[in-house]
């Protein structure tokens, strides 16, 4: 993969051109999409609704000039866009009871976007049965839940009906996005969710039980944060560049059971659901190995062995 596609890589935003937009919900997503589009070049009409209204006037002060709707029909009002960026609990029942005739708008197809992981398009029946045009625009990146994310250049898992794409490709225009086209199923974007959560979740589960084990042996326990946050970047950058098979690194890489078999034995004296990781990551790590032609069949043998024992 070349430089030029590098998923860090912040591409510039292009102006809005769609109208007005109302944003329901200001947590971390609906926050991080009013900044990114009160910046674009073009800047767009935004109105904000939040369960919370001092929220969303905070989020309004950061901005400048846009409204504070006290319901959610007052911000929808005169809408061509709605953004439904609300939580997983309540983006159904939410959806269905703020539903209401597209007509009214002078600036054509009105649309619904909601920003949800695990949903596709059906919680927002209830609207295309009004005449809405759907959307869903989930971003693939780590937002800090306080608020203060950035969504430029980020990747976003998209699904829409025929008459939603244009919003989605002038959403993406104005974020300088990039995208991960899914199709309506329910069983697509939950597939993809699982995936993405399992990554960035699991990931952050990972670094702390393995900085703990660090921690718990080092002079310095902030000098071992660092160490293996920087660990971390490297082996990201190398994912990128390399591809998995050859960002991979360490003993099991290259075959060395006998390093394998220290290291489990040094976990388990000092924490057991670190050994368990190992030797559950350890698998894929073998199959890595192997499909790579670093280590032969018999090393693979000697690995799966030590990583089964007890």
């Not at 009013?34 to 935004?46: D, F, M, Q, T, V």
């Not at 708008?105 to 049965?129: C, D, K, M, Q, Y």
């Not at 597939?191 to 660090?214: I, R």
């Not at 990551?281 to 690995?303: F, P």
């Amino acid at each position: 993969m070349s430089a030029a596609d590098d998923p860090l890589e912040a591409a510039e935003p292009g102006g809005w051109s769609g109208g007005r937009v109302a944003i329901l919900g200001c947590g971390a997503v609906g926050s991080a999409l009013a900044s990114e589009l009160a910046r674009a070049p073009a800047r767009a009409r935004i109105s904000l609704w939040s369960r919370t209204r001092e929220r969303a006037e905070g989020v309004a002060r950061r901005l400048g000039p846009c409204q504070v709707a006290s319901t959610p029909a007052e911000a929808i009002e005169g809408a061509d866009l709605v953004l439904l960026c609300v939580t997983d609990a309540v983006l159904a029942s939410f959806a269905a009871e703020q539903s209401r005739p597209a007509s009214g708008s002078g600036a054509g197809a009105r649309a619904i976007v909601h920003t949800n992981g695990f949903h596709a398009l059906e919680v927002l029946e209830p609207w295309r049965a009004l005449g809405w045009e759907a959307g869903k625009l989930h971003p693939l990146t780590a937002l800090p839940p306080e608020g203060g994310g950035r969504l430029r250049g980020a990747w976003f898992a998209t699904a829409s009906t025929a008459g939603g794409r244009s919003w989605i490709q002038r959403l993406l225009v104005a974020l300088g996005g990039r995208e991960l086209p899914l199709d309506a199923q329910e069983a697509t974007s939950q597939a993809v969710h699982a995936a993405a959560a399992l990554l960035s979740g699991g990931v952050v589960a990972l670094y702390e039980v393995a900085v703990n084990v660090a921690r718990g042996v080092t002079r310095d326990p902030e000098s071992a944060e660092r160490a293996f946050l920087a660990l971390l970047a490297s082996t990201a950058g190398n994912l990128w560049t390399r591809g998995a098979r050859d960002a991979l690194t360490g003993p099991a890489a290259r075959g060395a059971a006998h390093v394998v078999e220290a290291h489990l034995a040094t976990l388990t004296a000092k924490d057991p659901q670190a050994a368990e990781l190992y030797r559950r990551l350890g698998a894929g790590m073998i199959q890595l190995a192997r499909a790579r032609g670093s280590i032969d069949e018999q090393a693979h043998a000697e690995l799966e062995r030590v990583l089964r024992s007890r």
